[in-house]
């Protein structure tokens, strides 16, 4: 079957660096996305990877191994508004995504 | 403003009613979605439509129907709605190119449904 893996929570210090990782697998594979979603509102784009490596954007990077069925999002200089749950989601040979949970990341002062 | 417009934002149903999400976007996007997310559960497809006067069926879409009249509007309808069907729907939509997600999907603010 498909499936996407993701850490439930994750906690983190304004100003610090924090890896939220996404494992996948899907039937085929066109591409990789992460969303940000805060609490009440609508999931917003942040990057997509289709290449294996590392594609930066401003303090939020992505990467991803598509051997691996591996993908992580870094986000540096972490700022209190970057509290929101991250979803990974992976598209299949579909064109359909297949999303994840979502990672609920908590900054603390 | 440019985006998708969901009505309403929420709405408490009693079980066994009829009720239809409305759904409208202006950016001439070719292809729209509706998803539903629960707590604890990724985000489900539940229909899509690739371009205007097509539909398809999602992961799930017992309960719900859709129509895709024209390029802008995609309303969900939910024919006899049950308390499982309570959750929060995000209509998304996406520039398709050769039947494909080639961009990225923008979401509507969702539309919260509590079915009692």
């Known amino acids: 079957g498909q499936n996407i893996d993701q850490p439930t929570e994750m906690t983190a210090t304004e100003g610090a660096i924090v890896q939220i990782n996404c494992t996948y697998q899907?039937?085929?594979?066109?591409?990789l996305f992460w969303y940000q979603q805060h609490a009440g509102e609508a999931p917003t784009f942040l990057s997509y990877n289709v290449l294996d490596g590392l594609e930066e954007k401003g303090r939020f990077s992505s990467f991803l191994s598509r051997s691996k069925g591996y993908s992580y999002l870094l986000l540096k200089e972490l700022q209190m508004k970057d509290s929101a749950s991250y979803l990974c989601a992976a598209m299949d040979s579909n064109y359909q995504l297949i999303w994840g949970a979502g990672t609920k990341l908590i900054i603390k002062p | 403003i440019a985006g998708i417009t969901q009505a309403p934002t929420s709405q408490i149903l009693a079980a066994g009613r009829r009720m239809t999400l409305r759904c409208t976007q202006d950016m001439r996007h070719n292809a729209m979605y509706w998803y539903r997310q629960d707590l604890g559960l990724g985000l489900r497809l539940i229909h899509y439509s690739n371009t205007a006067g097509t539909t398809g069926k999602g992961e799930v879409p017992d309960g719900y129907s859709v129509s895709r009249a024209n390029t802008d509007d995609f309303p969900l309808t939910l024919a006899s709605a049950v308390p499982s069907q309570t959750s929060v729907y995000f209509c998304?939509?996406?520039?398709?190119?050769?039947?494909?997600?080639?961009?990225?999907?923008?979401f509507g603010e969702g539309s919260r449904l509590t079915v009692l």
């Open positions: 899907t039937s085929g594979f066109n591409g």
């Open positions: 998304a939509s996406s520039d398709n190119s050769e039947g494909g997600l080639t961009g990225e999907l923008f």
